[in-house]
């Protein structure tokens, strides 16, 4: 009998069952390799699908109805095979379709120990006929460093690994089965030895342009520092440069050198905020070429061409999307760390390409708090047993050493010096204030910013300085297109000496360049004013801005949770130092902070479950899963009909086949909001959904100018959502 793996439309076109095992196998194993594993990928690619040797089986892919669990099969047999550590096999097998289960228990037939003890498989013995032989697995084939209180972890962070090594191979080789057309896209990146190269040139011609002004020779030094220290051995680093001092090309030098050196695939940007994103990004794509650079977040859409070429490196890049195959990938924090704690094989494919890379942890105080400790967990685990570097990359660097457990090498050299070469502003604590003093002092500047924290302070803050053309106000009421054409109004007026008062969120401080003579910040955490403070003067127009923290009297101004710790600890600091913005304030800021937190740190306790377990491979992946959201609040996108771009994207949505395929280029017409925000729209008529996902605002009447979208009932907005997928 002739056993299939795959169905074709042509029958000569059916793909074989030994050829996908061996293939998945021997893919798997390439994967594997990077991280010394590639005889237990291996394994687990020959086992993954020998359920399919079942007589059931083959009838199905012939026509039958009969229902058949594929995947329980090797399961069992990784510990017919290989006893206790079979189970690292049983994991990937049981799971490669609908996740990494939890170890559970026998009566739940989900779990792990449930399917391993499923009594009604059907026969698959057949496979032992065309796998004659797989090979022999003992303990010392695991090539882990671990330690005591990380032994759990390392382990399930390694078989989580294999997954992604296996579910890899299996959609590559199904893809190349099934979908060849797909499968000839993929890969023909260059390798890093060639990126380097075109970086070098790229950066003499920059570097020969620049004026020679003093700012931009310590600029030059922050980047031959880079390049001196990127020579070290694989470990962690941290990038502390002040604002202005060339981070993004300094840290891309890096990266490149260091993974030169090293012989690294590939290099992650990891960064909090879509806006920073898409300037590095945009950065990476002038110096390296477009087709290298994968930008993985919601808001990235490609525009429209009808060139060839262009069509061929947007395939390419769509697919790499996938699996991250490609030199350099740009992310988010909530994409890169979602993913290192999923189960989902969708989510779990690209994880054995973070083996061997530099991954750059941009504005790394914003290391999602109640995740800090399980994720640094992974980034120690990632540095320790897969061969990768971690670059903590800030102006502002979190106290994290005494959460790990292998030494973080500063890449700058006496940083607080140039701290006081960058220095452009003068921070000033003021103290209370309410809304009518704090208005008043604003229209009286020529031009100010003044940043709150949450949507409904901004609101009414700009109730009480509107009525003029020089008055703007900015939050994520407001769709991105429609903060983009603010935005530009607001940088011209300021570039023409035009008066301008701008009433903001702290979206302004996510990676937008715009320079104002004088910023107020109202009271927060140390590390977002000193974004606020790169707002200000920053292009050294003047001798110094002028950045004034206020504490807000007013019931809206007043923070809660998180935001209100963070300020609260900013101002003991403040009380202790008069430079706020030193490294010596930012570091005690960090350690009082992080020790107020204690257990707020793992807030979901996800190391606890690991820790608590017994030395017996038994773990809760799809638990872990479930509780590891960054964005806990689940948000509804609302489309604004804004403009004509817009009307036009929305009318092929109704026929186009494939609707789905828009949702990217809606982006930039959302405002995103929470769950009863969306109820209220929706009772008040003023929602048109279409397929259950898209959600139109059909009255634009509740869609101001000024402000943005408008709710039904005057409620205290919360505070800025700025973390996106």
Same mark, same amino acid.
């Given at each position: 009998?002739?056993?299939?793996?795959?169905?074709?439309?042509?029958?000569?076109?059916?793909?074989?069952?030994?050829?996908?095992? %061996?293939?998945?196998?021997?893919?798997?194993?390439?994967?594997?390799? @990077?991280?010394?594993?590639?005889?237990?990928?291996? #394994?687990?690619?020959?086992?993954?699908?020998?359920?399919?040797?079942?007589?059931?089986?083959?009838?199905?892919?012939?026509?039958?109805? /009969?229902?058949?669990?594929?995947?329980?099969?090797?399961?069992?047999?990784?510990?017919?095979?290989?006893?206790?550590?079979? =189970?690292?096999?049983?994991?990937?097998?049981?799971?490669?379709? +609908?996740?990494?289960?939890?170890?559970?228990?026998?009566?739940?037939?989900?779990?792990?120990?449930?399917?391993?003890?499923?009594?009604?498989?059907?026969?698959?013995?057949?496979?032992?006929?065309?796998?004659?032989?797989?090979?022999?697995?003992?303990?010392?084939?695991?090539?882990?460093?671990?330690?005591?209180?990380?032994?759990?972890?390392?382990?399930?962070?390694? /078989?989580?690994?294999?997954?992604?090594?296996?579910?890899?191979?299996?959609?590559?080789?199904?893809?190349?089965?099934?979908?060849?057309?797909?499968?000839?896209?993929?890969?023909?990146?260059?390798?890093?030895?060639?990126?380097?190269?075109? !970086?070098?040139?790229?950066?003499?011609?920059?570097?020969?342009?620049?004026?020679?002004?003093?700012?931009?020779?310590?600029?030059?030094?922050?980047?031959?520092?880079?390049?001196?220290?990127?020579? +070290?051995?694989?470990?962690?680093?941290?990038?502390?440069?002040?604002?202005?001092?060339?981070?993004?090309?300094?840290?891309?030098?890096?990266?490149?050198?260091?993974?030169?050196?090293?012989?690294?695939?590939?290099?992650?940007?990891?960064?909090?905020?879509?806006?920073?994103?898409?300037?590095?990004?945009?950065?990476?794509?002038?110096?390296?070429?477009?087709?290298?650079?994968?930008?993985?977040?919601?808001? !990235?859409?490609?525009?429209? +061409?009808?060139?060839?070429?262009?069509?061929?490196?947007?395939?390419?890049?769509?697919?790499?999307?996938?699996?991250?195959?490609?030199?350099?990938?740009?992310?988010?924090?909530?994409?890169?760390?979602?993913?290192?704690?999923?189960?989902? +094989?969708?989510?779990?494919?690209?994880?054995?390409?973070?083996?061997?890379?530099?991954?750059?942890?941009?504005?790394?105080?914003?290391?999602?708090?109640?995740?800090?400790?399980?994720?640094?967990?992974?980034?120690?685990?990632?540095?320790?047993?897969?061969?990768?570097?971690?670059?903590?990359?800030?102006?502002?660097?979190?106290?994290?050493?005494?959460?790990?457990?292998?030494?973080?090498?500063?890449?700058?050299?006496?940083?607080?010096?140039?701290?006081?070469?960058?220095?452009?502003?003068?921070?000033?604590?003021?103290?209370?204030?309410?809304?009518?003093?704090?208005?008043?002092?604003?229209?009286?500047?020529? %031009?100010?910013?003044?940043?709150?924290? @949450?949507?409904?302070?901004?609101?009414?803050?700009?109730?009480?300085?509107?009525?003029?053309?020089?008055?703007?106000?900015?939050?994520?009421?407001?769709?991105?297109?429609?903060?983009?054409?603010?935005?530009?109004?607001?940088?011209?007026?300021?570039?023409?000496?035009?008066?301008?008062?701008? #009433?903001?969120?702290?979206?302004?401080?996510?990676?937008?360049?715009?320079?104002?003579?004088?910023?107020?910040?109202?009271?927060?955490?140390?590390?977002?004013?000193?974004?606020?403070?790169?707002?200000?003067?920053?292009?050294?127009?003047?001798?110094?801005?002028?950045?004034?923290? !206020?504490?807000?009297?007013?019931?809206?101004?007043?923070?809660?949770?998180?935001?209100?710790?963070?300020?609260?600890?900013?101002?003991?600091?403040?009380?202790?130092?008069?430079?706020?913005?030193?490294?010596?304030?930012?570091?005690?800021?960090?350690?009082?902070?992080?020790?107020?937190?204690?257990?707020?740190?793992?807030?979901?306790?996800?190391?606890?479950?690991?820790?608590?377990?017994?030395?017996?491979?038994?773990?809760?992946?799809?638990?872990?899963?479930?509780?590891? =959201?960054?964005?806990?609040?689940?948000?509804?996108?609302?489309? #604004?009909?804004?403009?004509?771009?817009?009307?036009?994207?929305?009318?092929?949505?109704?026929?186009?086949?494939?609707?789905?395929?828009?949702?990217?280029?809606?982006?930039?017409?959302?405002?995103?909001?929470?769950?009863?925000?969306?109820?209220?729209?929706?009772?008040?008529?003023?929602?048109?959904?279409?397929?259950?996902?898209?959600?139109?605002?059909?009255?634009?009447?509740?869609?101001?100018?000024?402000?943005?979208?408008?709710?039904?009932?005057?409620?205290?907005?919360?505070?800025?959502?700025? #973390? !996106?997928?």
């Amino acid at each position: 009998m002739e056993y299939f793996a795959h169905t074709h439309e042509e029958k000569s076109q059916w793909q074989p069952l030994k050829d996908h095992l %061996q293939a998945v196998a021997n893919l798997a194993r390439e994967f594997g390799d @990077s991280f010394d594993a590639g005889k237990l990928a291996y #394994i687990a690619g020959l086992l993954h699908d020998i359920g399919k040797y079942s007589k059931e089986f083959q009838q199905r892919l012939h026509g039958s109805n /009969i229902r058949v669990d594929h995947s329980t099969a090797g399961a069992q047999e990784a510990i017919k095979l290989y006893g206790k550590f079979g =189970k690292i096999f049983s994991y990937v097998i049981a799971g490669h379709h +609908s996740g990494l289960p939890d170890i559970g228990s026998k009566a739940n037939e989900s779990s792990l120990e449930g399917r391993l003890n499923k009594k009604e498989l059907y026969n698959y013995d057949a496979y032992k006929q065309e796998i004659i032989q797989l090979p022999s697995f003992e303990q010392k084939d695991i090539c882990l460093e671990l330690t005591r209180d990380t032994l759990n972890f390392a382990f399930a962070f390694f /078989i989580r690994m294999i997954y992604s090594c296996v579910v890899d191979a299996d959609f590559l080789d199904t893809e190349n089965a099934m979908a060849k057309n797909r499968a000839l896209i993929r890969g023909g990146h260059p390798e890093i030895s060639e990126l380097y190269e075109v !970086f070098e040139l790229e950066m003499d011609k920059k570097l020969k342009k620049a004026k020679k002004t003093a700012i931009n020779q310590y600029r030059t030094q922050i980047l031959e520092q880079c390049l001196g220290k990127a020579n +070290s051995n694989i470990g962690m680093f941290s990038l502390t440069v002040p604002t202005g001092g060339g981070k993004t090309l300094s840290s891309l030098a890096f990266a490149l050198q260091h993974a030169l050196k090293n012989r690294l695939k590939r290099i992650i940007y990891v960064i909090p905020y879509t806006s920073i994103i898409e300037q590095n990004a945009k950065v990476f794509k002038e110096v390296l070429g477009e087709s290298c650079v994968l930008e993985h977040h919601s808001n !990235f859409q490609f525009k429209d +061409s009808e060139d060839e070429t262009f069509t061929n490196m947007k395939q390419k890049l769509l697919l790499s999307a996938e699996n991250w195959d490609i030199p350099i990938v740009v992310t988010t924090n909530v994409q890169f760390f979602e993913s290192l704690f999923s189960n989902r +094989s969708s989510r779990c494919r690209k994880l054995h390409n973070l083996s061997r890379s530099v991954i750059i942890l941009d504005e790394a105080q914003m290391l999602p708090t109640q995740y800090l400790k399980p994720c640094l967990a992974a980034l120690e685990e990632l540095v320790r047993n897969y061969k990768t570097s971690i670059v903590l990359s800030t102006a502002t660097q979190p106290e994290l050493a005494k959460f790990l457990k292998i030494p973080i090498v500063e890449i700058i050299e006496q940083a607080e010096l140039l701290y006081e070469k960058f220095r452009r502003v003068e921070v000033h604590n003021i103290g209370s204030y309410n809304d009518e003093q704090l208005a008043s002092e604003i229209l009286q500047k020529k %031009q100010a910013l003044c940043i709150v924290n @949450s949507r409904k302070h901004a609101q009414l803050l700009y109730e009480n300085i509107k009525g003029s053309l020089e008055a703007f106000h900015l939050s994520a009421r407001m769709c991105p297109v429609h903060r983009t054409i603010k935005l530009n109004i607001i940088r011209e007026r300021l570039s023409n000496r035009q008066p301008c008062k701008v #009433i903001s969120t702290q979206l302004i401080e996510a990676g937008v360049d715009i320079d104002f003579p004088i910023v107020y910040r109202s009271l927060t955490g140390i590390d977002s004013i000193a974004q606020a403070a790169g707002r200000c003067n920053r292009e050294g127009l003047i001798k110094y801005g002028q950045v004034y923290v !206020f504490k807000s009297t007013e019931k809206h101004g007043k923070t809660q949770g998180w935001l209100n710790r963070t300020a609260e600890v900013a101002e003991m600091v403040m009380k202790d130092q008069i430079d706020i913005l030193s490294l010596e304030a930012v570091k005690s800021y960090f350690k009082i902070l992080y020790d107020i937190e204690g257990d707020g740190l793992d807030q979901k306790g996800i190391l606890k479950s690991f820790q608590e377990l017994d030395y017996d491979l038994s773990f809760p992946f799809a638990e872990v899963a479930e509780k590891f =959201k960054i964005i806990e609040n689940t948000m509804v996108s609302i489309i #604004i009909p804004y403009d004509d771009r817009c009307m036009e994207l929305l009318e092929r949505i109704k026929y186009d086949p494939y609707p789905l395929s828009l949702q990217r280029d809606l982006q930039p017409y959302t405002v995103s909001v929470y769950q009863y925000e969306f109820m209220e729209l929706l009772q008040a008529r003023v929602i048109e959904s279409l397929y259950g996902v898209f959600h139109i605002l059909s009255d634009m009447t509740y869609y101001d100018d000024d402000v943005g979208l408008l709710m039904i009932q005057d409620r205290s907005y919360t505070n800025e959502i700025l #973390i !996106f997928e």
